[in-house]
């Protein structure tokens, strides 16, 4: 199987995949995410985590988001420094991509600047019960409660 390249300055095109198909992450920076109630329908808010928030500019900038060819352009407010996040452009993304509270993505660094931002994304999507969604925090982060399945 052949996995798409991240290269700078480029948008890497999937090609050789089909879309239920993952790649290996480049070694760039990333973070995950399973999407809560939060980050979709009606509030959608996606907000970078902390540990990305030193490699983020502390500005606003143009951000692209990538996934299977096609590009998500918003912004990402990274003025705040308790809170950087993507501007109403993720709404986009979300519809676009039927994306639901349970599925997860993995948002891949491969282009930043002060000029531009760009992240190749993957998506898992996940059915979660309704039973289990309340394990889920708004931050998408499993809560310490474990999770039992008999």
């Not at 700078?8 to 879309?19: R, W, Y």
């Not at 239920?20 to 109630?37: C, E, I, R, T």
């Not at 912004?75 to 986009?92: I, V």
């Not at 660094?109 to 000029?115: A, Q, Y």
């Amino acid at each position: 199987m052949e996995y798409p390249q991240a290269q700078t300055g480029q948008v890497p095109m999937e090609t050789n995949l089909q879309e239920n198909q993952h790649w290996p992450l480049s070694g760039k920076p990333y973070f995950d995410v399973v999407l809560a109630k939060s980050h979709v329908k009606p509030l959608y808010q996606m907000g970078v985590p902390a540990k990305l928030h030193s490699i983020i500019p502390s500005l606003v900038v143009p951000t692209v988001l990538t996934y299977w060819g096609k590009n998500w352009e918003m912004s990402c407010n990274g003025a705040q420094r308790t809170h950087k996040k993507f501007d109403s452009g993720w709404r986009a993304f979300i519809n676009d991509n039927n994306l639901k509270a349970g599925d997860a993505c993995v948002f891949e660094l491969i282009e930043r600047s002060s000029k531009k931002l760009v992240f190749r994304v993957q998506i898992l999507r996940g059915d979660i019960p309704p039973e289990f969604q309340g394990k889920v925090s708004s931050e998408g982060e499993s809560s310490n409660t474990p999770i039992v399945i008999e």
